[in-house]
Structures are given as C-alpha cells and as structure tokens.
C-alpha cells in the first residue's frame, strides 16, 4: 500500500473511533468524550407531542448503560443489560443472557426518545449523536432559556473530553429537575431529581407540540341597566356542555384590589345560544347591588373563567357603566341606625332608638338602654336572640334566627328568617335567590336600620 493510502487509511481509523467516543461521561473515574463530529443532513423533523416524547424516555428507564448505544423494549424489561467497568472500556451484555443486547447512553437515549433524526422503533440499536452534536448543532433541535424548559425538553453540556445529557420533565424545587437520562454503568438509565450547573444549557427538539391546549373561554355582556340588572353569556370550549364561573367586578378591573367581585355561575338556559354553542345552559342574570345605586356612575367589569380556572377573559361589550338613583329609601319613621356595638354582643348600654331591636329589648329591660347606670349585660343579648320582633333573626342561634348573621357573608337567607333579611331581599333579590349572602349582601345589612350590625 503507498504511504498516501496508509494515510488515508489512518485518517478512516481515527475518524471510526472519534465517532464512537459518542457516549456520556458523568461517573468520576470514566472516560470522557472526544466529540468533534458533526452531521449535515438537512432537517425534516416529524412532528411529535410532549407526552409521546416522555412516555419513550419513561419506557426506558431501568435499563442499563450501554456505551456508544441506544435500544431498548418500550413494551418488556425481559433483558434490561448489564454494564460492568469503566466507559469507554466498560462491557456490555444481554442479561439474561441469550436475550437482545438492550440499554443506552445519555446521548443515545435522548435520540431514541426524540426520534431524531427521524422516526423508528426504539428496539432497534441507533446512537446518531454524541453530546457534542446535541451542544452545538441546531439541526433537529435549537437552544432555549432555562426558565422555558417544558416536559420533553433537554438538558446538555460538552465540555473537552466530557459530556451528558438528559430529558427534562419538570422544575422539584430548590434548583432540581426532575430528569430521565441513562447516567453512567454503575447507574443505568433512571428518572429521578437532581441538579443542574450553569454548563448545562436547554434545548428543544424542532416540531415539538404541546399538549392539552388550552381554548380560552368567551362570552358577553349584552346588557347593564339599573332595573333590569345584568344580563349575558360565558362560555369554553374545553367544558364542552359545562357551565363556568363569571367574575363581576365593580369600579375596577379584576386585577385590582380596590375592585368589589361578585362570582357566579353561567348556567342558565337560553335557548337562543343553541346554534351559536351548541348547546343552551350558559347564560347569567344578576341585580345591579342597591350599594351601587347611590347616583354616582360606576364601571361594571365582566370576565368568564375557563374550565381550569386558570385564566379569565374579558367579555365582549365589558366594561359598561351604569348611572342608578339611590337605593328605595327606608320608612320615614325608621330610626337611624348608630348602635355602638351588635345587639348580639355584651358592652356599653344602646340607646333604644339605635335599632328597631334595641328599641323592643329595651321596652322588656330599660337597663338595656340606660348610658348612665346600665349596660348592654347577657340578659340583653338574650333578649335580643328571643324577642319576637323586630329581633327575630337578629343574633344567629335563636329561636327563630337565621342560618348566619346577616352582617356576614355565607349561603342565601331565606327573607322570612328576620326583618333584616326581609329588608334587604325586597332591596337586593339576589341575597336571597342565587344561593350566597355575599359580601355585597352584608355591607347592605350593615346599612340597613332594621339590621344590628353596629355603626358601618
């Protein structure tokens, strides 16, 4: 042979073992990767799903590390491999023996469930890329931040001689991953958590889908008047024929603190929704709250909340601003409402003409009501509990009383369960029929002179 066919020789030799240096070095003590291969095939990479990619790398957990290798039975671990010494000179064999030689490296795993470069099952043995390739090359994937890595992306380092790799599944806390990779012949190939230094960097298989997307929902609000309420529809597409929430705010957007929210439910029928939706119970009715019916202009803002409760969107024609008189003012004979404390509670003596209830507990037991030597003592708040009246219902726990204090949110009141509660439904029917006393509720009991829930 010539000396130039002896070089040629020579330069096929090295170019043989270069590329079988692919393999993964993360266990002191192992030989490292010389990985200055590259491929130049074009990149038609298939489209594959984040959970098909994961469900591959999950198959191949428990096998062993195969140096230079990548094969593993997604359907049987009959013949996980055995391992022994120290890569590159570690050996391999079917164990069992007589079964197939089955196991992987970092860099060959990693390939197997990216299918790259294209498609084919992981039994048959590939390892088309060292780490050196996955650090450096964009032919089949790209790099990416960290704080972007979703389940089936990868983590890579290649440094010199060395190099790993793994399949990223997802953030544990504490700077940890949760991570598939085949990390080293005394390991095998694994799924557990553990760090990740700043060699590492993310990358992304080209092609790759999420799953699970996530239709917002939609609707809107067709209607904001002062008599006849609220009226509209919510609707998403992933709840299909379910209802979901509505959000109502009040003088501010839902992303403010200042701003007053009212849930609901769209699930009223409307026939009219059939052929938009495709099905009918999606529809919301609400009062506008008589605390909003004061004469001033106020922004009513309206959002549905998708089946997962992880977003909200605006409705269409939100937000809309309504203008209302004041609220139907009580009797002329009501006395103002100013009691110092609950009727329902022991302290200072009321003045009887602080509440219609204080005013009957007081024609019982004057005391009640004396500032001077008496005091608002248990006997008082007895009274206030027991007497039939103007108290029925006032202190929670009576006879006759309500479910809840009407000065508190909790379930809807029925309005026959005391004065108060009949003062407020005639007000606002909705304490009284959407199956919540809500927050709106009580700040109209606290308002309200037939209701004892001390100075608002």
Not at 171 to 194: D, F, L, N, S
Request: proline share 6%; with cysteine; glycine share 12%.
């Amino acid at each position: 042979m010539s000396a130039h066919g002896i070089k040629q020789g020579l330069v096929g030799l090295a170019l043989l073992l270069l590329a079988i240096s692919s393999a993964c070095a993360v266990q002191v003590g192992e030989s490292g990767e010389d990985e200055s291969l590259g491929t130049t095939e074009e990149a038609v990479t298939a489209s594959m799903s984040r959970g098909e990619i994961i469900a591959l790398g999950a198959s191949g957990v428990g096998y062993s590390y195969w140096w230079g290798h990548g094969r593993w039975d997604p359907a049987s671990k009959s013949y996980p491999g055995k391992c022994s010494g120290s890569c590159g000179g570690c050996s391999h064999w079917a164990s069992p023996k007589g079964g197939p030689e089955y196991g992987a490296d970092c860099s060959g795993f990693v390939a197997q469930a990216w299918q790259v470069p294209g498609e084919g099952s992981p039994k048959v043995d590939r390892h088309p890329y060292s780490t050196y390739n996955f650090r450096y090359e964009k032919t089949h994937w790209y790099p990416i931040k960290k704080s972007e890595l979703k389940a089936g992306d990868a983590l890579v380092y290649n440094s010199g001689k060395k190099g790993h790799i793994v399949l990223f599944e997802s953030w544990t806390g504490g700077g940890k991953a949760m991570a598939y990779e085949c990390a080293g012949c005394k390991v095998g190939c694994i799924h557990k958590p553990r760090g990740f230094g700043s060699s590492y960097i993310a990358i992304r298989r080209k092609g790759v889908e999420d799953e699970a997307k996530n239709d917002p929902p939609k609707g809107q609000l067709e209607k904001a008047s002062c008599d006849d309420g609220l009226k509209g529809w919510a609707f998403d597409p992933d709840a299909g024929k379910g209802a979901v929430d509505v959000v109502l705010t009040f003088d501010g957007p839902i992303t403010s603190p200042k701003a007053k929210k009212l849930t609901l439910k769209a699930d009223e029928d409307r026939a009219d929704l059939a052929k938009k939706l495709g099905s009918t119970k999606h529809g919301f009715t609400a009062p506008i709250p008589a605390t909003l019916k004061d004469g001033k202009k106020h922004t009513l803002y309206a959002y549905a909340v998708d089946d997962q409760g992880k977003q909200t969107q605006l409705l269409t024609g939100a937000p809309r601003s309504v203008t209302c008189g004041p609220a139907p003012s009580t009797k002329a004979d009501d006395p103002p409402h100013a009691c110092g404390h609950s009727e329902c509670q022991t302290g200072g003596a009321l003045t009887k003409d602080c509440s219609p209830c204080a005013d009957q507990v007081c024609l019982i037991k004057p005391s009640c009501c004396d500032t001077q030597n008496g005091k608002w003592d248990a006997s008082c708040v007895d009274l206030a509990g027991e007497t039939v009246g103007a108290c029925r219902g006032v202190c929670a726990g009576g006879p006759s009383s309500c479910a809840h204090s009407e000065c508190d949110a909790g379930t809807a009141l029925s309005a026959s369960c005391s004065e108060c509660a009949a003062h407020v439904c005639k007000r606002d029917p909705f304490c009284c029929s959407s199956g919540k006393w809500d927050f709106i509720c009580a700040k109209e009991a606290k308002e309200d002179p037939w209701c004892s829930c001390g100075t608002p």
